[in-house]
């Protein structure tokens, strides 16, 4: 089945500066790349995804990246603002999800 | 509106009991999942569906069951609960195609005593 490891798995940044989460995976017929953001006592949401015929997606201050060919994939957050804070999942699929074990991003004020 | 809807959202249980967790979805999904959670950890798939009928076991073992009679509705059950079965349970649908974005209920938080 698919692995699916993710880096770091805590990240500290300054309110204001970017934060960056790396994701790998290992079945290359994945083809689904979706990532979460679960705030303290919430669901986790869906925040921004990508297919494997796009290499990059933006949407206001978060981007994901994917390079097929490495197998990793990965977020990034400009300009982060202390409602960042959250554990932020990503998870690549063929026909169901796999989850990375997750990152606790804080943003200090 | 469209949602994911799990009942109840918190429980506290003596070991033993047999309990059902509810979750009804009103996305019109055909796939439905089963996670279970510890605070801020891993997300463990126990159990999922692609339909009326169809139930498989996920990646994680677990003494739970699961039923799928009708299209809106995965209960999931344990005969007999025990401490170690204290966690978070998240439901999930996902849409149509082998890729369609999941979506998430808001959990039931269980405590067994």
């Known amino acids: 089945g698919e692995n699916v490891e993710q880096h770091p798995s805590t990240l500290s940044v300054q309110e204001g500066d970017s934060a960056v989460i790396k994701c790998t995976y290992s079945d290359s017929a994945s083809n689904y790349f979706p990532w979460y953001k679960q705030e303290l006592g919430k669901r986790p949401q869906l925040i921004i995804d990508i297919r494997s015929n796009v290499g990059e997606k933006k949407d206001q201050r978060i981007a994901v990246t994917l390079n097929k060919t490495a197998k990793h994939f990965s977020l990034h957050i400009t300009e982060t603002q202390p409602e960042d804070s959250a554990v932020y999942f990503c998870?690549?699929?063929?026909?169901?999800?796999?989850f990375g074990a997750g990152t606790t991003v804080t943003v200090r004020a | 509106e469209a949602d994911i809807y799990q009942t109840p959202r918190y429980l506290v249980i003596g070991t033993g009991k047999k309990i059902t967790l509810e979750c009804s979805q009103t996305?019109?999904?055909?796939?439905m999942y089963w996670y279970q959670q510890d605070p801020g950890m891993e997300l463990h798939l126990i159990h999922y569906?692609?339909?009326?009928?169809?139930?498989e076991k996920g990646d994680l073992s677990s003494e739970s069951t699961v039923s799928r009679i009708r299209t809106e509705h995965f209960p999931l059950t344990l005969e007999s609960a025990r401490p170690s079965h204290t966690s978070q349970y998240l439901c999930a649908s996902s849409g149509p195609g082998p890729s369609g974005e999941q979506y998430f209920g808001p959990g039931t938080r269980l405590t067994v005593t």
């Open positions: 569906s692609y339909g009326v009928n169809s139930t």
């Open positions: 996305m019109g999904h055909d796939k």
């Open positions: 998870a690549a699929s063929i026909y169901k999800l796999s």
